[in-house]
Nanobody, 124 residues
Framework: QVQLVESGGGLVQAGGSLRLSCATS????????LGWFRQAPGREREFVAH????????YYVDSVKGRFTVSRDNAENRVYLQMNSLKPEDTAVYYCAVRLYYGLSLTTKDYNYWGQGTQVTVSS
């Protein structure tokens, strides 16, 4: 079992920044990758970013490239999502999730454990 806890969400004006954190615990040695997803009201959960557990490889959905950065603190088994130049359309509940298999996936069904989510609201 792997436990995930997100934090760092909140209300911010358009153009502002937030840093989300995903704390991992439990069988973290089984983790091979971590993804960030988001879900806006009335919409399906969508992929945002992925980082390999080594921290070497990252991948972003086009809509956040150049604005969001995913990184990992190896010592604390924590992953961050730095979000800059936020837009109202970034408003959603943000979730972190881990994969126990190597390779990138943009699909929710390929992730094995999920956090409870943290709300991000961007006002115009």
């Amino acid at each position: 079992q792997v436990q995930l806890v997100e934090s760092g969400g909140g209300l911010v004006q358009a153009g502002g920044s937030l840093r989300l954190s995903c704390a991992t615990s439990g069988r973290t040695f089984d983790i091979r990758g971590l993804g960030w997803f988001r879900q806006a009201p009335g919409r399906e959960r969508e992929f945002v970013a992925h980082i390999s557990w080594s921290g070497v490889n990252t991948y972003y959905v086009d809509s956040v490239k150049g604005r969001f950065t995913v990184s990992r603190d190896n010592a604390e088994n924590r992953v961050y999502l730095q979000m800059n130049s936020l837009k109202p359309e970034d408003t959603a509940v943000y979730y972190c999730a881990v994969r126990l298999y190597y390779g990138l996936s943009l699909t929710t069904k390929d992730y094995n454990y999920w956090g409870q989510g943290t709300q991000v609201t961007v006002s115009s």
